[in-house]
DNA sequence: TGGGTTTGATAAACCGGTATAGCTCCTGCA
DNA sequence: TGCAGGAGCTATACCGGTTTATCAAACCCA
């Protein structure tokens, strides 16, 4: 017989339906000697709980969400995601819950999805990426009251449950390690000013400066692209009194940049230091091989996983762990400047 | 109200429950004034049909799942994933069916996951990718009785349905382009020679070779790692007649064999031409900018995901479905041998 | 030996939809 | 006037689990 329900175990257990749940999930009721014959029976019947059924009867589906809003095309190249997702995944795994992953355009998008979730009860919670400065997302979460755990950011007034890195820690250890080198104008290639985390790293930048007697230390923002990071570059080569080091808020970026200085003529780490404040095989791949700033994306993403089934089993805390602090990996594209 | 059941709309309907079923989807049995009546309060108290109680009542979960087998770290790099997956999301949109995705490890696991799948209800269906030449997966799925749709193989037998395009054809413009261009020594960085369309991709190059007047047309199996890509370029650069053009069946090998000939002064395009057999970010990153293949694998998602519904609702039909020709982006990284 | 508690089980309700049998009322036609 | 037939709706069973109320038998202690 394909696909089993308990009431053919209980049928052939000569037993109750009810039985055979209290047996399966074991709880009391039934005796030991019962218990064991129904779980024997079930075995070799080879039965698996219906999803739909138990998420009818009980509250929950077994199954988070996790939607990224960009468009797909900058999508893919950075190993970030596919890091995330194995950890989140691995997370989840334990207690067998499933993942539904959701590509979208746009915020707006993003925030439909999960009024369709939350209404078709389709996932116990989410898991938020790219927070922003003022993020629509977090109250209409709350609205909805569906559990959620935010990456890389404080969910606003402690609003939602959150998983984070310093990134203004980060990005010190990365000024600081060019001005030890014996860099004084250091530029800073941004990432889209909206994020939160772009914000605190920009901060960081300017809130150095001073200390380490940098004389230049613009954060130029961009949209993440690897054409407004070579555009950026361009710019910044082009200036009389052009940077010895720039730190990029992406790998991808930083690829780019490394292409425009190559192309105007510009050596690296000769002429100029380049820095990447994510890591990942491109970073490797690149002749020099880039100084990266490495993240331990899979634990950040197991990590989110973990606090999220917290939160929905109670949903009344709220959870605030920091991840393991980020390291830099010095490579090939940074030197003491000429 | 939260989360508004048929029960609720029908008190306030004052009809039954049955009556609001049959308004809310459209089927005979009910008044036009009667259905506009209860269409206004389902708006009104913003109803959506749970999607468990639908799932168990009828037989599917409007749900398909998808399972990458590929270790986490050679992942992502490529965009390849990213764009499949916006395009069989866009081709489940309209049917408002969501996707499940999992990362694992080797197909052992992937199979373990389809029987969970399976047995749980889970999924309707199921999306296979990297088809190999004996593959588990599509035997195990006829057992499971599990709708599926392989992307880019012909599904062993007729076994299940395909959505494939021809990689021979696409390896066959690329060798003609070469050969065109002068190149008598052309050698091919594969892919894991399990991969059936490594394997078509080998085949087309024997065939063609003494059909172009090629004079060796080597093919070498790697891992599709960057670093076998690399090892791979270095020996063959090393031959005493080295080739004047690689075609490297991966973005992420090109890229790394590049680097190879920079590093041994080996000039591109001026010594070595270089293709590639998929087109991403990446090959437009690099100095010099690379030929590629460049496929459209948004529109190949989409076209899966149409046809895997096609196959839910009807398991008993076979559909192999074409997908458009890929076409050859020629860039900077090729040139006539010196 | 009798009354109360515990143990081990059952039957039935329930979750939120869909499908179906059946009922009432109206209409048309002979 | 009677009756067939259809429109419009209700009541109810059902999907596959969990949970609760109920109950019989065994057990305990005085």
Request: aromatic fraction near 4%.
């Amino acid at each position: 017989m394909a696909r089993p329900t308990i009431a053919d175990i209980a049928n052939r257990a000569g037993v109750s339906k009810g039985a055979v749940s209290f047996a399966l999930n074991g709880r009391p009721g039934v005796s030991d000697a019962t218990r064991e014959r129904i779980l024997k029976i079930a075995e070799q019947m080879s039965w698996r709980p219906h999803s739909a059924a138990r998420a009818l009867g009980e509250g929950r589906v077994d199954s988070v969400g996790m939607v990224i809003a960009r468009p797909a095309r900058t999508l893919g190249v950075e190993p970030f995601f596919a890091h995330l997702l194995s950890g989140v995944q691995s997370g989840l795994s334990a207690e067998s819950i499933s993942l539904q992953l959701l590509i979208v355009e746009d915020t707006k998008a993003e925030i439909e999805v999960y009024r369709r979730w939350a209404s078709e009860h389709r996932v116990d919670g989410v898991i938020l990426v790219d927070l922003t400065v003022k993020d629509l997302r977090v109250d209409e979460l709350k609205a909805l009251e569906l559990p959620a755990v935010v990456i890389g950011g404080r969910g606003g007034k402690g609003a939602l449950a959150s998983v984070w890195a310093d990134d203004r820690d980060a990005m010190l250890s990365i000024v600081e390690y060019l001005a030890a080198l014996g860099h004084r104008r250091i530029a800073h290639v941004a990432g889209t000013p909206v994020f939160q985390h772009t914000q605190r790293r920009i901060r960081a930048v300017r809130d150095a400066a001073p200390r380490l007697g940098l004389i230049d230390a613009p954060s130029l923002t961009t949209d993440f692209s690897d054409a407004e990071g070579a555009a950026t570059t361009r710019k910044l080569l082009s200036q009389a009194n052009r940077p010895t080091a720039i730190v990029y808020d992406s790998d991808v970026m930083a690829v780019a940049g490394l292409g425009v200085a190559m192309e105007m003529g510009v050596s690296v780490p000769g002429d100029l230091s380049i820095v990447a404040f994510d890591d990942s095989i491109l970073t490797q791949l690149m002749h020099p091989a880039l100084t990266a700033l490495s993240r331990d994306t899979f634990d950040f993403g197991r990590q989110a996983a973990e606090v999220l089934l917290e939160v929905i089993a109670d949903p009344t805390q709220v959870i605030n762990r920091r991840t393991a602090d980020p390291v830099l990996t010095v490579r090939e594209s940074t030197a003491p400047p000429a």
